[in-house]
């Protein structure tokens, strides 16, 4: 039960954002701010930063919004509080936890994951080395370490993006929950600036080099959907076909659409004729410098054309991607029952003209 509730905190904190993508592209220059009068923070008020912080950290789950991302409270309490510089911020809320660390429970252990949520708004490398240490400590739970790398991810270059997520993917003895922090990088790239497209180039090629080094098929399929949906290149490229070739020799699970999802894609590639490469190994990302640009023949390797799939696009039918046609119109489907019935029809005047012919 209390894995189960720190769980569902981190959900909570991030679907809305991985869902309404269209909506965090709206947001790349401010974010959303509550309307809640009375959870204005004035000069006026009783109490240091400190107690106003734990405060609002304990109304988090209050104050959930659909549109908001996971620091829109926080952004929002940073802006309207004054004198309030990152260095402070991020002192105080390092401060409240260790005090929430100290204590062992699961109501600390949820307030330690709203202060790292709300570290990621404290653009400073104080807070930005407070957050890695937290999510490579083997030693933390993965809900908390999942969230500090949503925070660092906020801030960090796309060679830190690539190199933190290399290292939690790749590097790691699989300690940590590796569907979250699939889930968590793919919310991030939905919610960067259309504009950012190196940063999502980033993300998109450290998951490819994960999805080679997946060792479990319900993992994998997961990621390999999300992939998909965001890279053509992926898609169709041989790399892909061999990993799910190799998946599919493994015994079935007992997860509902893990089997017949590996299954569909396999068939979808299995008839392909031609096919695209990308980049799966993980020395020659290491190498990748995404701050110079990529040559127009090499951008392939590294994802090709990316984008950015909808709210619709993600809430569609299973094992079907976006840029992919409907398989029969309506008008089409009404043929496939009527052409039955025309060939009975012809049969059954054929048997009467026999019958007939037999007669005379």
């Not at 076909?241 to 007992?254: K, N, Q, V, W, Y």
């Amino acid at each position: 039960m209390t894995e189960l509730k720190t769980l569902l905190i981190i959900l909570t904190l991030t679907i809305p954002a991985t869902i309404q993508s269209h909506t965090s592209h709206k947001e790349t220059s401010a974010e959303v701010r509550p309307q809640d009068n009375r959870l204005q923070p004035t000069l006026s008020e009783n109490g240091d930063l400190k107690s106003r912080l734990l405060t609002y950290l304990n109304a988090c789950d209050d104050n959930i919004d659909t549109k908001w991302t996971p620091w829109s409270l926080a952004t929002w309490f940073k802006g309207t509080t004054e004198e309030l510089s990152d260095r402070k911020m991020y002192e105080k809320l390092v401060e409240i936890y260790h005090e929430a660390n100290s204590q062992g429970t699961n109501e600390s252990l949820q307030l330690m994951i709203r202060a790292v949520t709300w570290l990621g708004v404290c653009n400073d490398s104080h807070a930005k080395a407070f957050l890695y240490d937290v999510l490579t400590n083997s030693q933390k739970d993965s809900p908390l370490r999942v969230m500090a790398l949503a925070s660092y991810l906020k801030n960090a270059s796309p060679n830190d993006t690539r190199n933190v997520l290399l290292k939690m993917l790749v590097d790691e003895d699989h300690e940590i929950n590796s569907i979250l922090v699939y889930s968590q990088a793919v919310a991030s790239y939905q919610r960067l600036p259309s504009d950012d497209v190196i940063k999502r180039r980033a993300i998109l090629s450290a998951l490819m080099v994960a999805a080679a080094n997946e060792e479990k098929k319900i993992g994998f399929v997961l990621l390999d959907r999300m992939l998909a949906m965001r890279s053509e290149a992926y898609r169709h490229s041989r790399e892909r076909l061999a990993l799910l070739e190799r998946h599919s020799l493994a015994p079935p699970t007992r997860n509902l659409y893990t089997d017949a999802d590996l299954e569909s894609a396999l068939a979808e590639m299995r008839k392909r004729k031609s096919f695209t490469s990308v980049n799966t190994n993980a020395t020659l990302l290491r190498t990748r410098d995404f701050d110079s640009e990529i040559e127009p023949g090499d951008l392939e390797m590294w994802g090709g054309r990316l984008r950015v799939p909808t709210e619709e696009e993600l809430l569609a039918p299973r094992r079907k991607y976006p840029d992919e046609p409907a398989t029969s119109s309506p008008q089409g489907a009404r043929w496939l029952l009527v052409i039955p019935v025309v060939l009975v029809f012809i049969g059954g005047i054929c048997g009467i003209r026999l019958m007939w012919r037999k007669r005379r």
